[in-house]
């Protein structure tokens, strides 16, 4: 026994299927952006972002929602960062393929696996609503209005803890659970999956 948090894929499944039905009533989103988070501490929007398309549709078309991703980092030591930027500075490693223009008048789900610091979540709202107000300062003002974009934010899991980011009160927030202050083991983090899964049963019993 530890203090780790763990879940099957099963159980991930569907706790993101049930948030699914208060996003898509609430939220309607048409486009999704991925968080990736690189380093020691690493979480990834990428698992999470395919399974809420296994459940949402654009509500316009009935058909899939794209999926976008970003690349971050905050914990992991890259090239270009100093020691004194590690944990403290969120760093962009990939940006939605060079073109934001994908982003103006759409509803955009932006995901992640767990917030933690909310450090990312704030950089990500932060530096996408700041393409979006470049775009549409940059047309004519006729078509600004229907070029705005809206942002959602939906975390699998969010930690009860004092966080050091923070995202605008306006932003809809969508977490499939909240958890205590402890490490959450993901089941795409596992190399041996079956040891994972009973470990998970033996704690149950």
């Known amino acids: ?71 971050l980092s905050l914990y992991e030591a890259l090239p270009t960062t100093t020691a004194e ?7 962009r490693t990939q940006w939605l393929g060079g073109d934001s223009r994908i982003l103006l008048g759409r509803r955009v789900l932006i995901v992640d696996e767990v917030d933690d610091s909310r450090m ?19 047309l004519p003002e006729s078509e600004r209005e229907v070029n705005q974009t809206q942002f959602a934010i939906f975390v699998v899991h969010n930690k009860l803890k004092p966080k050091t980011g923070t995202v605008p009160e306006h932003i809809p927030y969508f977490s499939g659970e ?5 490490w959450f083991e993901y089941p795409w983090e596992q190399k041996d999956i079956y040891a994972h899964d009973a470990r998970i049963a033996t704690n149950k019993k």
């Open 1 to 71: 026994m530890d203090d780790h948090l763990r879940a099957t894929y099963n159980e991930i499944h569907a706790l993101i299927g049930k948030a699914s039905e208060s996003i898509a009533a609430q939220f309607k989103p048409n486009l999704i952006v991925a968080i990736g988070l690189t380093g020691s501490h690493s979480a990834s929007g990428f698992f999470p972002a395919r399974i809420l398309r296994t459940f949402l549709h654009d509500p316009s078309t009935e058909k899939n929602i794209p999926i976008q991703a970003i690349g």
């Open 85 to 91: 930027q590690i944990g403290r500075e969120v760093i």
């Open 120 to 138: 990312t979540l704030q950089y990500a709202v932060s530096e996408l609503q700041a393409d979006v107000d470049r775009l549409v300062a940059g």
């Open 178 to 182: 909240e958890i205590p202050d402890v």
